[in-house]
């Protein structure tokens, strides 16, 4: 039987929210689109659609430097965005913000400002075995150029971070930890406030990827003491194109530029530059502009919504998803525990991932399938990659059994 453990959350008026995203309401190959991809990118709600259109309709013009009315309309649209992210995160202060255009950008820009000025031969950078190629990539370019080692805590054969294993890689070596709040890939939720507590102990700064971590849980950098901390607006109701680096204010400043250009100077001459403040020094050229002032509203849609709420419902659609699916012979689940972010992650013992995407494409259901940019954590599980399932706040219990039936379908064939 299914539906033992499905709550409707009481606060969470389905309807309305599914209302407030016009993609949702089509069909696709024949079918209503059910769509599951939400740790790739989620869809828009329909005010940060219009914010989009409103900026471009109505004070599209270069931010910062205009002294004409829409110059000043952008600008102050703009930093408005910057404080709202501030208080998103409870940052200390709003010059701790940097727009970056996503997640990797803002994990290279730490790996290139950071890294290039503080690792030293011998010294060590330590990750897990779950990252994100984002946040692997990055530091294997900074530590080759710098002679310096990068460390890896293995994960369990759940799918967990390992804190001994983690314990047992810290010394006075390690710099850097770079470690993702929740898997992408399994949905594992990090501990993450114990392991920047541990890295300090040994002199270490702390960077979370928090690509999966914003859209689903409550999040305070200021209680968390991490030191940087990056995330993508698009994979929290945002536009794509924009995202964000908080960075303690002490760090960012004793930190060089990342990239030359407009906006991050103060004064320029052939012999020498000197530099803006934080976070101007990191902003160079013309930002995203229209993303930027978009990304508001989506934070705006997700407090409305409230995190706690979004997290009940979107924990029951992943037990329940969970149940149906274990129910399935065929079905392998992978990181199957409960501290995780709504993400569902299998192999069909009979099936490559591939053509389980395309059947159930051909059904109206979008998944991912694939390495999800985690090789080395499915080269740990020997597999070449899963079918992944994530669910956000506009999913319904209903999509869910109509994915588990179409696996189950598909797993019989
Ligand atoms: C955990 C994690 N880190 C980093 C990234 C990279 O994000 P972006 O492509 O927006 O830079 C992703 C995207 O899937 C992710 O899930």
């Keep these: ?74 600008t102050v649209a703009y930093e408005s965005t910057r404080e709202s992210v501030m208080n998103f995160i409870n940052a200390p202060e709003k010059e701790e913000i940097i727009f970056t255009k996503g997640t990797s950008e803002s994990i290279n820009l730490v790996a290139a400002t950071y890294g290039r000025t503080n690792l030293n031969t011998g010294d060590e950078v330590i990750i897990s075995g779950m990252e994100h ?32 294993e983690f314990a047992g890689l810290l010394s006075d070596k390690t710099k850097i930890v770079a470690v993702g709040y929740a898997s992408n890939a399994l949905g594992s939720i990090n501990p993450v406030a114990e392991i920047i507590e541990m890295a300090h102990r040994y002199g270490a700064v702390v960077l979370l990827d928090a690509a999966q971590a914003v859209a ?48 991050m100077i103060k004064e320029v001459t052939f012999e020498r530059t000197t530099y803006a403040d934080i976070p101007y020094k990191f902003e160079a050229g013309t930002p995203n502009i229209a993303d930027v002032i978009a990304l508001k509203p989506a934070i705006e849609f997700l407090n409305n919504l409230g995190k706690k709420n979004i997290h009940t419902h979107e924990e029951n659609l992943l037990q329940h998803a969970t149940e149906r699916l274990r129910e399935i012979k065929k079905v392998n689940i992978y990181a199957d525990i409960s501290n995780k972010v709504s993400v569902l992650s299998f192999t069909l013992e009979n099936m490559h991932a591939f053509d389980a995407g395309i059947l159930l494409d051909a059904r109206g259901i979008a998944i991912r399938t694939g390495h999800h940019c985690t090789q080395p954590l499915m080269a740990r599980f020997g597999i070449e990659g899963t079918i992944r399932a994530s669910f956000a706040a506009y999913n319904t219990v209903e999509e869910v059994d109509q994915l588990a039936d179409a696996v189950e379908k598909i797993s019989n064939r």
Aim: with cysteine; hydrophobic share 35%; net charge negative.
């Design 133 to 164: 190629h984002s946040n692997i990539v990055p530091w294997q370019l900074i530590c080759e150029e710098k002679g310096a080692e990068l460390k890896v805590v293995r994960i369990s054969d759940s799918g967990e971070f390992q804190m001994e």
């Design 216 to 263: 689903h849980l409550d999040v305070d950098v200021k209680k968390l003491n991490c030191d940087f901390f990056a995330f993508s607006g698009h994979k929290m109701y945002g536009p794509t194109g924009v995202g964000v680096l908080y960075g303690k204010r002490k760090l960012l400043e004793a930190m060089p530029p990342y990239q030359g250009g407009g906006e």
């Design 1 to 74: 039987m299914h539906n033992t453990t499905v709550d409707t959350n009481q606060t969470f008026d389905i309807t309305r929210v599914r209302d407030l995203f016009p993609i949702l309401d089509q069909q696709v190959n024949g079918h209503p689109l059910v769509y599951f991809d939400n740790a790739a990118t989620t869809q828009k709600p329909i005010q940060v659609i219009e914010s989009l259109n409103s900026y471009y309709k109505g004070y599209n013009a270069n931010i910062h430097r205009g002294i004409h009315s829409l110059a000043e309309k952008a």
